[in-house]
């Protein structure tokens, strides 16, 4: 029998603090303090996207309906997101990480792992690492992180979750793990979400002490079964996979009143597009498949999809996905979205008919990025782009 042996393994999971809601209250300072909700207002349709601590006492969190956060906490500050000055702080931030190790996996803005198993020497070791990135996130971002040092992902995992806010913890043997986690509920286990949850519990398997005590009734209850138990017993092989570039981006808007009208969905469109077009082409990106999202005012979904040469621009995206659109059947709409996959850092081949006046286009587009490096995505704007802006921004009135 191979005997698991991951003591030496160190990996670092580093979890920034109500990372969206920070940001707004490092820029604002009058926010302090205060039940701070970022997502949707409580006249929109959406959901919670993160909030302050002090919003979390009322009962809100992540991913909640808007409505119910409301209902929770009526007195709350409620705010969009500002995706764009979240992702550059993300940049400061995953930037000081990569300064530790190039084994960086990306899980979101605010979270990610780091391998320091081969580099932890070259820095006085795992802890005087994980010490230095809270020291350097502070210092440099004026935010805080929590920080987590385990032998695997999930104790890692759960480190960083032990001592938040602002905290430092260390689960580096499975010896350390399982005493630790013994008597918590089976969802501390990476995997078990709600619905495994409630199958565990139908077999009397509500903690993870009743694991250790139940193990074959826990495999045979399905093919999660025998990863559950090893990882109850600290047996985690997952590894750090650094960043890779997406298979796909998009992009997609929902309306608070179900829309009708296919010309106004036609300048969404163009919108979408365009933002997509300036997110791929900074990126070096060409897209050969272009997929159109739908949501109907019944929440039946539609998905169209349409490969071509590949294209980073605007208006050959928005076209594709007009055509589409014009192709499915005519009601009431709650969500449109655009996402682009195939993507490919080669350009396509100039051999139409059509070669020069795309050459010119893509010069143009070019031009035009360049402002909106400098100055914003907004700075150029099309008639049929400020018509639709102008309405969304209605809508939300």
């Known amino acids: 029998m191979t005997m698991y042996n991951k003591e030496e393994t160190r990996i670092i999971h580093i979890d920034m603090d109500a990372f969206y809601a920070a940001v707004e209250i490092r820029d604002n300072p009058d926010l302090a303090g205060k039940p701070l909700i970022i997502g949707a207002l409580p006249s929109e349709r959406g959901v919670v996207a993160t909030c302050s601590y002090e919003a979390r006492v009322f009962g809100v969190r992540s991913a909640m309906s808007i409505k119910e956060a409301y209902r929770l906490c009526p007195h709350g500050i409620y705010m969009h997101p500002n995706s764009r000055k979240y992702a550059q702080v993300s940049q400061q931030i995953h930037k000081i990480w990569s300064d530790y190790t190039d084994l960086c996996e990306y899980v979101s803005l605010d979270e990610g792992f780091l391998d320091v198993t081969g580099s932890a020497h070259l820095f006085g070791g795992a802890t005087a690492i994980g010490q230095s990135i809270r020291?350097?996130?502070?210092?440099?971002?004026?935010?805080?992180?929590?920080?987590?040092?385990g032998y695997s992902m999930m104790s890692a995992k759960l480190a960083s979750e032990e001592k938040k806010p602002n905290g430092f913890f260390e689960i580096l043997t499975p010896r350390a793990l399982k005493s630790l986690i013994i008597d918590r509920n089976v969802r501390i286990i990476y995997g078990v979400g709600a619905k495994t949850a409630a199958e565990l519990k139908k077999i009397g398997i509500t903690t993870v002490r009743h694991i250790y005590k139940n193990r074959q009734a826990v495999i045979n209850l399905s093919n999660q079964g025998q990863q559950i138990v090893d990882l109850a017993d600290g047996i985690d092989l997952r590894k750090v996979?650094?960043?890779?570039?997406?298979?796909?981006?998009?992009?997609?808007?929902?309306?608070?009143?179900?829309?009708?009208?296919?010309?106004?969905?036609?300048?969404?469109?163009?919108?979408?597009?365009?933002?997509?077009?300036?997110?791929?082409?900074?990126?070096?990106?060409?897209?050969?498949?272009?997929?159109?999202?739908?949501?109907?005012?019944?929440?039946?979904?539609?998905?169209?999809?349409?490969?071509?040469?590949?294209?980073?621009?605007?208006?050959?995206?928005?076209?594709?996905?007009?055509?589409?659109?014009?192709?499915?059947?005519?009601?009431?709409?709650?969500?449109?979205?655009?996402?682009?996959?195939?993507?490919?850092?080669?350009?396509?081949?100039?051999?139409?008919?059509?070669?020069?006046?795309?050459?010119?286009?893509?010069?143009?587009?070019?031009?035009?990025?360049?402002?909106?490096?400098?100055?914003?995505?907004?700075?150029?704007?099309?008639?049929?782009?400020?018509?639709?802006?102008?309405?969304?921004?209605?809508?939300?009135?």
């Open 135 to 149: 020291h350097r996130v502070k210092e440099e971002t004026g935010l805080t992180c929590s920080v987590g040092i």
């Open 241 to 397: 996979s650094p960043y890779t570039e997406p298979k796909s981006i998009g992009t997609e808007h929902t309306f608070q009143q179900d829309i009708r009208d296919f010309d106004y969905l036609k300048d969404v469109l163009l919108l979408i597009a365009q933002k997509l077009s300036f997110d791929i082409r900074f990126k070096g990106l060409y897209s050969r498949t272009i997929t159109l999202k739908i949501t109907y005012a019944d929440m039946k979904q539609v998905t169209r999809a349409k490969s071509r040469e590949a294209t980073n621009q605007a208006q050959a995206i928005y076209k594709t996905a007009a055509a589409m659109l014009d192709r499915i059947e005519k009601r009431p709409i709650r969500l449109i979205g655009i996402s682009l996959s195939g993507l490919d850092t080669a350009p396509p081949l100039q051999m139409t008919l059509w070669s020069e006046a795309e050459d010119n286009h893509d010069k143009f587009t070019d031009a035009m990025m360049k402002l909106q490096q400098k100055y914003g995505q907004n700075i150029i704007k099309t008639a049929n782009e400020l018509r639709a802006q102008k309405r969304i921004e209605e809508d939300y009135l």
